[in-house]
């Protein structure tokens, strides 16, 4: 049985194919369209899972969409009706969207779907899935686990804003949910707003600067903004917030609150925002920490699921790990809306036909997170003379020998191989890479080759054999979803005057012998890097650990900032050239930037829209 899953029209489209119950592929429609957070129907994304498939659409038994747009209408109508008269500016702007696209998504998606597949195509075949049984099922089937509590927190789907399901073999059954609008996904959103920064872009951003502030307004958060009760259950307070009525996110009262207008994007951080982002992090965590332990005591299962969009705030993941309330954790890396395309496609298999699972084996079914596209060698070398790019083809063990010497000259490298990631974290297939020793690796790839924020810490990527021996913890974090801090041994003692600096005066202060990925408060977001899933790039830092005595490279995704991951080698080669990138390895071709031709440099600085 073959079934399709395709998340659209909201953001971060995706298609997923899903056979037999094996995941085959998946993609998110913005690495072929070059266009961040694509929303648009994912025609891209669906031929490619179909060519992965050596399938066309007529092959498909069920196409399955992540949500249910009726519900979700439903939701719309009755917030409007509930806060009326206000909001009549966002009702007005919002229905006829609704009433011409949203609505009769069924026959649109039919539309769309029999234009691809032609007269093969019946629209029988097309099911619906709700959006948090997406979620839970995208967190569960692929898990390691025959047992576990599935917990998926976002901003909202229909009416659901965190459910709790309890997932056993094949069945997935939903217990608990608190509904629109009391939202911890919403809640941190209008931080991530209120802050200056982009609402479902720049929430890791917000995440990211908490560590330079001091959680100073915690209590002023929990005593006017969320009532939270001692299981985890929260309640916003909506006289301070905009977002069910209105176009922002916050209100005036909310600026009255914190003394100050929301930001704007143009303005300076200062610490007043750092010490925003410190306090609602922690706030986050206390309710996370709150479901999961009362979830573990009424349920008394030791495993623990989770995806939404709250998933991928991995500071709070490490430290729900940490709390030992539940033994083991699994995340799934592709946490927000993209991943429920997988999530579809996984219910309609086994919950909706009512197919097993495939044996357990004690590792997940997500194969490292490597489902999207990949090029052959022949390919590679046909599309890189195309762009006129000039490059040196090695073998497979010249190739580990001249990129780990880059890397240990302290040059920035570009590193594309094999299967792109799904999700959206470079996982050591759509990477640019450093040395995690340099003190200067960090602030040189923020500001010369990311062109984003000089406060933004990047991650270790490290071999999983070494990893218990530099950072506090012992567990695979394969999705870079797991935050965890140096261990004290690797750490550099500030000094007295050090210890008095604040905020973004502590940037340029080495925490440890791996400075590169070591975040203010000593901490790194962990990616464990294994054989089995991803030969080549273990070999590579491998060898740069032979190199060197360090396990541990620094690993950010193959972008820039505004730009989605690149897909194809000619993208690669375009960053390469747009960036201060200055070694290439895309399968078995190595490029330097001194040979390329200079007439081919392009500008990436402004090239894409900020995130």
Not at 454 to 462: E, G, I, L, N, T
Not at 506 to 517: E, F, Y
Request: aromatic share 10%; charged share 25%; hydrophobic share 40%.
């Amino acid at each position: 049985m073959r079934v399709l899953g395709i998340s659209a029209f909201y953001h971060d489209s995706a298609a997923a194919l899903v056979d037999n119950g094996r995941i085959v592929a998946a993609a998110q429609e913005e690495r072929f369209t070059r266009k961040k957070h694509d929303s648009r129907f994912p025609h891209h994304a669906v031929a490619y899972c179909l060519n992965a498939g050596s399938i066309t659409l007529s092959d498909i038994d069920f196409v399955t969409f992540y949500d249910k747009p009726f519900l979700k209408f439903e939701r719309l109508l009755e917030t409007y009706l509930s806060f009326a008269p206000r909001g009549y500016q966002s009702f007005r702007m919002a229905m006829p969207l609704w009433v011409r696209e949203k609505l009769f998504q069924k026959g649109l998606l039919g539309k769309l779907l029999k234009q691809s597949a032609g007269e093969g195509w019946d629209d029988r075949k097309l099911l619906f899935a709700e959006h948090h049984v997406s979620h839970a099922a995208s967190a569960f089937f692929p898990s390691p686990f025959q047992d576990a509590v599935v917990l998926t927190m976002d901003g909202v789907g229909e009416w659901a804003t965190t459910s709790m399901a309890i997932g056993s073999g094949n069945r997935l059954e939903v217990q608990r949910e608190i509904h629109f609008p009391h939202s911890l996904g919403l809640l941190y959103s209008a931080f991530t707003y209120y802050t200056g920064f982009k609402v479902n872009s720049g929430e890791y951003k917000l995440m990211g600067l908490a560590p330079y502030g001091e959680p100073k307004y915690v209590d002023k958060i929990l005593t006017n903004l969320v009532d939270v009760k001692p299981d985890g259950s929260f309640r916003l307070n909506l006289e301070y917030f905009d977002y069910c009525t209105g176009l922002t996110m916050t209100n005036g009262r909310f600026d009255q609150l914190f003394g100050t207008p929301a930001r704007k994007s143009t303005e300076l951080l200062t610490q007043h925002h750092m010490d925003l982002a410190a306090s609602i992090q922690v706030v986050l965590e206390q309710i996370v920490l709150r479901i999961a332990r009362n979830l573990a005591q009424e349920t008394g299962l030791p495993n623990l699921c989770l995806a939404g969009g709250v998933a991928l705030n991995c500071v709070a993941n490490g430290k729900l790990l940490r709390d030992g309330s539940f033994k083991r954790l699994w995340v799934q890396p592709a946490s927000g809306d993209a991943g429920g395309a997988l999530g579809a496609a996984l219910a309609t298999y086994h919950l909706h036909k009512g197919q097993p699972r495939a044996p357990l084996n004690g590792s997940d079914q997500m194969h490292g997170a490597y489902l999207g596209p990949e090029f052959a060698q022949s390919e590679i070398e046909s599309r890189l003379r195309a762009v006129k790019a000039k490059f040196t083809v090695l073998s497979d063990r010249e190739l580990i020998d001249t990129c780990a010497a880059a890397l240990v000259d302290e040059k920035a490298l570009g590193w594309f191989q094999g299967r792109m990631e799904f999700g959206p974290r470079a996982l050591g297939g759509r990477s640019i890479l450093g040395d995690a020793r340099s003190p200067s690796m960090q602030s040189v790839l923020n500001l010369k080759v990311k062109y984003r924020e000089s406060f933004r810490p990047f991650a270790p990527s490290v071999l999983r054999e070494h990893v218990a021996e530099w950072f506090d913890l012992d567990e695979d974090s394969p999705y870079m979803l797991l935050v965890a801090d140096v261990v004290a041994g690797r750490r550099v003692r500030m000094t007295a005057e050090q210890e008095k600096l604040f905020g973004i005066e502590k940037l340029n202060v080495p925490r440890s012998d791996i400075p590169a990925v070591t975040h203010v408060d000593y901490s790194a977001r962990i990616q464990t890097v294994h054989r089995e899933t991803n030969p080549r790039y273990h070999a590579l830092i491998s060898r740069f650990n032979e190199m060197t005595g360090c396990p541990v490279i620094v690993n950010t995704s193959f972008n820039v900032r505004g730009e989605p991951i690149v897909g194809t080698p000619e993208d690669a080669f375009r960053c390469f050239m747009g960036t201060e990138i200055e070694a290439l390895a895309v399968g078995n071709c190595f490029l330097r930037k001194e040979d390329q031709d200079p007439t081919l440099k392009l500008n990436y600085e402004t090239a894409f829209e900020l995130d």
